[in-house]
């Protein structure tokens, strides 16, 4: 098995067009291919929200957040 680099996967229960099982079964999968492996994948699925991911501009700006403090976080771990 292949090392992936850290992921972060993000869905919406309400999303009308891709249902979130989809990232739910990628996800578990994921983690069961990485068990004791240096292999992060983390999950974070907003409860609200429809295809876009966020229902309103608080939403979405906690989702832009989420994303570049994941982003911060991978690139900080790169440089030591």
Do not use: C, I
């Amino acid at each position: 098995v292949e090392k992936y680099p850290p992921m972060l996967v993000t869905t919406s229960t309400r999303d009308d067009r891709v249902h979130p099982g989809h990232a739910r079964k990628m996800v578990k999968k994921l983690w069961d291919m990485g068990k004791d492996k240096d292999w992060p994948v983390f999950y974070y699925e907003n409860v609200e929200g429809g295809h876009g991911g966020a229902a309103n501009a608080k939403q979405s700006s906690f989702m832009t957040s989420l994303a570049y403090d994941f982003m911060w976080e991978t690139l900080q771990k790169g440089r030591e």
